[in-house]
């Protein structure tokens, strides 16, 4: 037996009034249901009232709401002086310290008050349901509903199964996250959930390929940006967040995992945790930041002192390069004259992997990642040794085209397919052992992380054996277990079949 979602006069308890049990309040009252918000913290349940009374105000005055609407959803805010103020309440949320004793003696307390049908959910981000659970008689009714800071513009909330969870209580919650005015996705109960986990991939690989020497946070940053879509760069995001949230969160899902390599931060995310360098809230991280707390970007000098090449030859066939070369009205030259730029856009190889392949000179060899994309930014590399002049004649061939060009050091995969390839491999993954729908998992990383794409449906957009191909090649030169594929990304690109094809 579970409760009605639907019912008009649905009434949610939430035990704790800090910044997420605010904004769950919020989005509650909004949504049409009652609240009634306790915290143990003397005046902290009134404070958030007040918080919450001066943010639909402002709502108001903006004209997003209606005046009667927004006093009316003041009106269903109650404070509660005790858990026991919680007794009739449809669906508990509480939201506490991060705590899994503490959490579990809330939750004790709560089964002792609440009716037999009210549903207890848990907003942690990194606790198992199921953990909080064993402590509880009637399991069933326990799961987790994970929001996302700050909860009134964020979006996506995950409904979260723990082990006994009943599709009754899954299904209510869905209901009244969709009545919070959420996107509800349904999300296996395990490390990191469906967004923390699904993140990991875009900032690890990015420590990996600093850490490599291949680029600096800053460039990074800007192939990211400009030439992938990402609202922020993966050092941005770092800094954001918080090197003391990030760090611990990716150990925590690394050793839940069970030391899944492909999970793993590097020491250079500790280091920066060590000296203290968290991000923006101590104005010091990969990037500096002003007293206001906004980000400087260093000036880097994109300027390129050298003619642009004019007579080059191809390392091997290239649709992409044929045409790009053809718009810059760049000579392609039938055999190799010895002098000119060797020009390549290799999927997942490195310059020394392909001029050994095809038996190159590599000192002419530049490689330029077609693939990605050239024009808002793109990419060059070469091999060690290479012929300075040489890449720059070709760097500055680029630049009529695009707006920047970035030149990194040699690499499997150069900086965007490496860290795309690395998002959907794990997005796919997630949908192998079943964390949520590909459907759901493409919402999550969208909505929850502002990705431009979906993790999974990234794979769809850079073409699946392409995202196969980078994956095999990085682990053939590296031999590291990173890059191993997901069996799901593998048997899709193999068949040729739409990556969201379900087992
Ligand atoms: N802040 C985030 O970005 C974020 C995002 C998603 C999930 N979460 C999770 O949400 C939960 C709350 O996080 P927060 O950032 O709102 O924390 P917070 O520190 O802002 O607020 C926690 C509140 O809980 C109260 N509290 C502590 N123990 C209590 C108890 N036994 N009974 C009643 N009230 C109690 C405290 O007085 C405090 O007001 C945590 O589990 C956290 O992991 C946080």
Request: overall charge neutral.
């Amino acid at each position: 037996m579970s409760i009605d979602p639907q019912k008009q006069d649905l009434k949610i308890g939430i035990v704790g009034a800090g910044a997420m049990g605010r904004g769950i309040a919020q989005v509650s009252v909004t949504g049409g249901m009652t609240v009634r918000i306790f915290d143990t913290a003397e005046g902290a349940a009134g404070a958030a009232k007040e918080f919450i009374t001066s943010m639909i105000s402002r709502s108001v005055d903006k004209g997003r709401m209606e005046k009667n609407e927004g006093e009316a959803a003041i009106g269903r805010i109650r404070v509660a002086k005790s858990v026991e103020d919680l007794a009739d309440c449809d669906l508990v949320v509480e939201a506490i310290v991060e705590n899994i004793t503490i959490k579990q003696k809330v939750f004790q307390q709560l089964e002792a008050v609440v009716r037999a049908d009210t549903i207890i959910a848990s907003n942690t981000s990194s606790i198992r349901i199921s953990s909080i659970a064993s402590a509880c008689t009637h399991r069933d009714r326990i799961a987790g509903l994970h929001f996302f800071n700050p909860v009134p513009l964020m979006k996506l909330v995950e409904v979260i199964n723990g082990t006994d969870t009943s599709a009754e209580v899954t299904a209510a919650l869905q209901v009244i996250g969709k009545r919070m005015g959420r996107v509800p996705v349904v999300v296996k109960d395990a490390p990191g959930f469906l967004v923390n986990l699904g993140g990991r991939a875009y900032s690890t690989e990015a420590l990996l390929i600093v850490s490599e020497g291949v680029a600096t946070p800053f460039q990074v940053d800007a192939i990211m940006r400009d030439a992938c879509g990402f609202r922020m760069g993966p050092f941005e995001l770092l800094d954001l967040t918080g090197i003391d949230v990030n760090f611990p969160v990716s150990l925590i899902i690394y050793n839940g995992y069970f030391q899944d390599k492909r999970l793993s931060t590097f020491p250079l995310h500790e280091s920066m945790m060590e000296a203290g360098r968290l991000g923006r809230k101590t104005k010091a991280g990969f990037y500096a930041y002003a007293e206001d707390g906004s980000i400087i970007r260093p000036k880097i000098d994109e300027t390129i002192a050298a003619a642009p090449a004019r007579r080059v030859v191809l390392a091997e066939p290239s649709g992409a390069l044929d045409g790009l070369l053809r718009d810059l009205g760049v000579n392609v030259l039938a055999a190799d004259d010895g002098v000119s730029p060797i020009l390549a856009d290799p999927i997942g190889e490195d310059c020394t992997a392909l001029a050994v392949r095809l038996g190159l000179d590599s000192k002419r060899l530049v490689a330029i990642d077609t693939h990605t994309g050239v024009f808002s930014r793109a990419t060059v590399m070469a091999a060690p040794g290479a012929n300075g002049e040489i890449v720059l004649s070709v760097m500055a061939m680029l630049k009529a085209i695009s707006g920047g060009v970035t030149r990194i050091k040699d690499n499997p995969g150069f900086v965007a397919q490496r860290i795309r390839a690395m998002i959907a491999n794990l997005g796919c993954e997630m949908a192998q052992i079943g964390i949520a729908t590909p459907e759901d998992i493409d919402k999550g990383m969208k909505l929850g992380l502002n990705y431009p794409l979906g993790s999974v449906e990234l794979a769809e957009n850079m073409g699946s054996r392409n995202c196969l191909k980078i994956l095999e090649e990085l682990q053939k030169i590296t031999g590291e277990d990173r890059y191993r594929p997901s069996q799901w990304l593998r048997r899709r690109a193999l068949l040729d079949l739409p990556i969201h094809t379900p087992d």
